[in-house]
């Protein structure tokens, strides 16, 4: 088990890892996907969308060892990461790892990002021109493939075939963010064919417990949730044991 997963706190069980859409440096909500229209989020779990104090609030609601954070100016716009933001959700959750998405395309951003100590870089598929970068950064990134609807986004190897994986893989429907529609279990399981031995994060359409359970009946190892927390549709004693 290497650190990254250990770091998760389930103990084996099945991971459910909380999600921060960071635009223009405040928590943004994310609705279908459609990134261009996300507005600052209003939650329930902090007073305004400053990343560090929805991040604690997203901790204090469901204790995770894990925090996902996607940098949308980076990977939209191709920005430099929000290093502030992302020091303002470590500092309010400490002992919580981020894994963090800012668009990394190239070998010269991505090492200057791990120079950072901000976190686990994860290279989306959309971001990729080819597969070079997974392939060279596989045993300290985690890999997204990324869909949008039937359209799978980035090059079409690293969703055909799973032999430069790495251990940690995402598999993000980004159309059924925060849609609540439930996750992509096709999707999950056509990962699961591709490689028996990777770990699987369902990412995009969780509504609740049942879908926690269904995520982990199609192979999924955990769950990248943001609006079912932030809702209270999901709570921790909804957390799955092993």
Not at 45 to 70: D, E, M, Q, T
Not at 188 to 193: D, F, M, T, V
Not at 202 to 207: E, H, N, T
Not at 213 to 230: D, K, N, T
Request: charged share 20%; with cysteine; glycine share 14%.
């Amino acid at each position: 088990m290497d650190k990254a997963f250990s770091e998760g706190g389930t103990d084996g069980g099945f991971a459910v890892i909380p999600v921060i859409d960071l635009r223009r440096g405040q928590v943004v909500r994310a609705r279908h996907g459609a990134r261009d229209a996300y507005a600052p989020i209003e939650t329930p779990l902090a007073k305004g969308s400053s990343p560090g104090a929805v991040a604690a609030g997203l901790i204090a609601a469901l204790p995770a060892g894990i925090l996902y954070v996607a940098d949308l100016d980076a990977i939209i716009d191709g920005t430099p990461p929000d290093l502030a933001s992302l020091r303002a959700v470590r500092d309010a959750c400490p002992g919580v790892a981020l894994w963090v998405d800012a668009g990394f395309h190239d070998a010269p951003g991505l090492a200057a990002f791990l120079e950072s100590g901000l976190g686990r870089p994860v290279i989306g598929s959309e971001s990729q021109s080819d597969g070079g970068l997974v392939r060279r950064y596989r045993a300290r990134a985690v890999l997204s493939l990324d869909s949008r609807g039937e359209e799978r986004l980035g090059p079409a190897a690293l969703h055909d075939g799973a032999r430069d994986w790495p251990d940690d893989v995402i598999v993000m429907t980004l159309g059924r963010v925060g849609a609540g529609s439930g996750p992509d279990l096709a999707a999950l399981a056509h990962a699961r064919a591709l490689s028996p031995r990777a770990r699987l994060y369902a990412a995009g359409g969780v509504r609740g417990p049942e879908d926690l359970r269904a995520a982990r009946l199609a192979g999924a190892s955990g769950a990248l949730v943001a609006s079912a927390i932030h809702d209270g549709a999901l709570r921790a004693g909804h957390l799955l044991g092993p």
